[in-house]
């Protein structure tokens, strides 16, 4: 457990110090602990940690914090809540420390019993860089030089995305500003569009290196666009959930607006990731090229079916595991 003395790799009970609403049925979960012992193991890879709740069945997610950020004792969880799933329902009835004192102190029960808490492992290699795969280069061969990425998300699938384009972005980071990469972001409709101000900030501190285009699936072209689209949001149906979600009375909004509505951004496409869309965006298949996928399993086996169909090699797209369309499995 994390508060015991001595060493500390990571893995161990992290208590909540803050939740943020990012959307009707997504939050950032803020956790926060004593710094580990020993330097981040992966520290210009893309990871991910494992999570689970007293015991139970765990669920790997990618922190949109950084390797550095948890060498602080800081990992900052983006979860989509599905009524029924095992893992994020739980993350969903979370509260934070200062909310869990005070019902401590009503209950006269003791803190350690409050569900403020989440079980999180070390941290685990998603892929490594820059060779974009998921096994390290052999020793004394080369990874191969990888100078294009195109990466299509959905969902939660945006935040391996995140940490893959702070490494394109950042010229000491994997790919020492020698790569370029394209995101294809597809989302249901502007509030189900997660972490636009981090791609903002992202794309606006890369170069030129990194480039962010977003599309709508259930917004029709030419649609007329609505004064607040908190008007008709939904609100998650789960018994006890936490009051941090984003609703009408308590609206998530990005700090530039809405997709496609900060200075000099272009208008998101509509409708589902389709062939005309990434043969416009991805870039050319080539030995320096990989395409990165994470999402639904539908949108990865179609763009897998597109990706082969542009020329692009077997060998040169990486699926990450994506949040199954069943609901009770997240």
Request: proline share 7%; aromatic share 8%; hydrophobic share 35%.
């Amino acid at each position: 457990e994390d508060g015991d003395e001595g060493h500390f790799d990571g893995s161990g009970r992290w208590p909540v110090e803050s939740i943020t609403g990012v959307s009707w049925d997504s939050c950032i979960y803020h956790l926060r602990t004593r710094k580990p012992s020993e330097p981040h193991p992966f520290p210009h890879d893309a990871w991910h940690v494992a999570c689970r709740f007293n015991g139970g069945v765990s669920r790997e997610y990618t922190p949109l914090s950084t390797a550095a950020d948890w060498e602080e004792g800081k990992l900052d969880l983006l979860v989509k809540t599905y009524p029924n799933g095992q893992v994020s329902s739980q993350f969903a009835k979370l509260m934070t420390m200062e909310e869990a004192k005070t019902e401590s102190q009503i209950s006269f029960t003791a803190i350690e019993d409050q569900p403020c808490w989440v079980w999180v492992s070390k941290p685990a290699i998603t892929i490594f860089l820059p060779s974009c795969r998921d096994m390290p280069p052999e020793s004394g061969t080369e990874a191969g030089t990888v100078d294009k990425v195109g990466i299509v998300v959905g969902g939660t699938g945006i935040a391996p995305a995140v940490q893959l384009l702070r490494e394109v972005a950042d010229e000491r980071g994997a790919f020492a500003g020698a790569c370029h990469a394209t995101l294809v972001f597809s989302s249901h409709n502007v509030l189900d569009v997660l972490c636009l101000n981090e791609l903002r900030e992202i794309e606006r501190a890369s170069g030129g290196r990194v480039r962010v285009h977003h599309t709508l699936t259930q917004v029709e072209d030419g649609a007329a666009e609505v004064d607040d689209p908190w008007d008709n949001a939904p609100e998650l149906e789960l018994e006890d959930r936490h009051n941090h979600f984003a609703t009408l009375f308590q609206p998530f909004e990005p700090t530039d607006g809405y997709v496609g509505k900060a200075e000099g951004e272009a208008k998101p496409f509509t409708g589902r990731v389709n062939e005309a869309m990434l043969q416009k965006l991805l870039p050319a298949a080539g030995p320096g090229t990989r395409i990165i996928t994470c999402g639904p399993p539908g949108m990865q086996e179609a763009v897998k079916t597109i990706v082969f169909k542009l020329g692009h090699a077997p060998e040169a797209l990486i699926e990450l595991a994506g949040t199954p369309v069943y609901q009770g499995d997240g």
